[in-house]
Nanobody, 124 residues
Framework: QVQLVESGGGLVEAGGSLRLSCAAS????????MGWFRQAPGKEREFVAA????????RYADSVKGRFTISRDNAKNTVYLQMSSLKPEDTAVYYCAARDRVWITTSPDDYDWWGQGTQVTVSS
């Protein structure tokens, strides 16, 4: 059974940094794309970043490009989202997701497994 467990969320001031972690288990993810999404109150879930586990290729939403970095640690089966220069508009619940395909897409509907989410709050 696939499990994705996020951690690392919290409260931070604008301009600060946080690192989110997503520990994956239950299968080998070498042929999967792993993504981070976020959902703010009253808004649709939106794509943030994704990485192809085996190749390391990445993709970012325009709103986070240059501020966020997605990476993975094969030995720990963990995907990270390093967030810097945080803004109040980054406040949301952040979700880790895995796709049973090797290429990246930005639609939440294309992802097969989801974590429970971790809250990120950026104060102004």
């Amino acid at each position: 059974q696939v499990q994705l467990v996020e951690s690392g969320g919290g409260l931070v001031e604008a301009g600060g940094s946080l690192r989110l972690s997503c520990a994956a288990s239950g299968r080998t993810f070498s042929r999967n794309a792993m993504g981070w999404f976020r959902q703010a109150p009253g808004k649709e879930r939106e794509f943030v970043a994704a990485i192809v586990w085996s190749f390391g290729s990445t993709r970012y939403a325009d709103s986070v490009k240059g501020r966020f970095t997605i990476s993975r640690d094969n030995a720990k089966n963990t995907v990270y989202l390093q967030m810097s220069s945080l803004k109040p508009e980054d406040t949301a619940v952040y979700y880790c997701a895995a796709r049973d395909r090797v290429w990246i897409t930005t639609s939440p509907d294309d992802y097969d497994w989801w974590g429970q989410g971790t809250q990120v709050t950026v104060s102004s």
